[in-house]
């Protein structure tokens, strides 16, 4: 049986050049099915908000929003590594609250690691926190948390002075103890670059084939958000049209008398009218 993956297994995978795969998870169920397909990294991203909680966005994503569903990956993770999301307003605060909100995820949730999203600015507060005890996946590119200072859903690192401000982002969380670094929607040149100047792992999503891992929204990659796709998500499989159709199935076989059929009920070895008698 494969034994649980750690941290040091992610960072020695770059190096042995072992590409790392991660997906997002976010209650038990499907936690069990992505650890048994053997996904290296399970991520309860702070896309809970947008794929099961109906928020227009990731911003009101609570802490306690977030432990519920790290709470249940927990219980359906066996070998992967379990990074939880830091919600926004959770680490930006102040330091002390930031370790304390990063203690948490660990202490109550059973994560191994959590996410924070943020370059250069954050460099001090992924140190505080590292040094803490708890480890720091960082977050930079498009970082959705933040995307209305970006001026949006856009591809960041376009033009020569972006491009050098992710760059140093990424050295500086490196230098600041994260482990490992997602990079969000920018050209696959740029990833390629920080991939090979940075000595923790980069973990793209719609950042290129150079990154030395990948990360995709399950439920997009499965065709089950049918809400937005972006245009680097490859899907996998069409999850929802099959589910609206058992669905509709179901809706019209109970209205027509059609379901349950006698083979899903139960028999009974006793004349019921005589209970009637009595
Ligand atoms: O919240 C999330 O799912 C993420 C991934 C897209 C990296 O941050």
Known sequence: MAKRRTIQDIVAM?????????????????AALIDGAGVDVILVGDSLGNV??????????TMDEMLHHCKAVRRGTRHAVLVGDMPFLSYQVSE?????????????AGCDAVKLEGGTEMGDRVK??????????????LTPQTASQLGGYKVQGRDAES???????????????AFSVVLECIPAPLSEVITREISIPTIGIGAGRHCDG????????????????????????????????AVAAYHEEV??????????????????RSLLDD
Not at 16 to 21: A, C, M, Q, Y
Not at 132 to 137: D, L, Q
Not at 258 to 272: M, R
Request: hydrophobic share 45%.
């Open 214 to 245: 990948q990360v995709l929204v399950t439920h997009d990659m499965i065709g089950m958000f049918e809400k937005f796709i972006p245009s680097f998500v490859k899907k996998y499989a069409a999850l929802a049209p099959l589910i609206k159709e």
């Open 96 to 108: 002390s609250e930031a370790i304390t909100n990063a203690g948490r995820f660990l202490k109550e």
């Open 14 to 30: 770059k190096q042995k050049g072992e590409l790392i795969s991660m997906l997002t998870a976010y209650d038990a169920g499907f």
């Open 128 to 141: 505080a926190i590292v040094r803490a005890g708890i480890p720091v996946m960082g977050h930079i590119g």
């Open 255 to 272: 209205k027509n008398g059609g379901f349950p059929g006698d083979e899903y009920g139960f028999n009974l070895q006793l004349d019921v």
């Open 163 to 177: 491009a050098r401000r992710l760059l140093q982002s990424a050295r500086d969380l490196a230098a600041a103890g």
């Open 52 to 61: 099961l909680l109906g928020y227009d966005s990731t911003v009101p994503v």
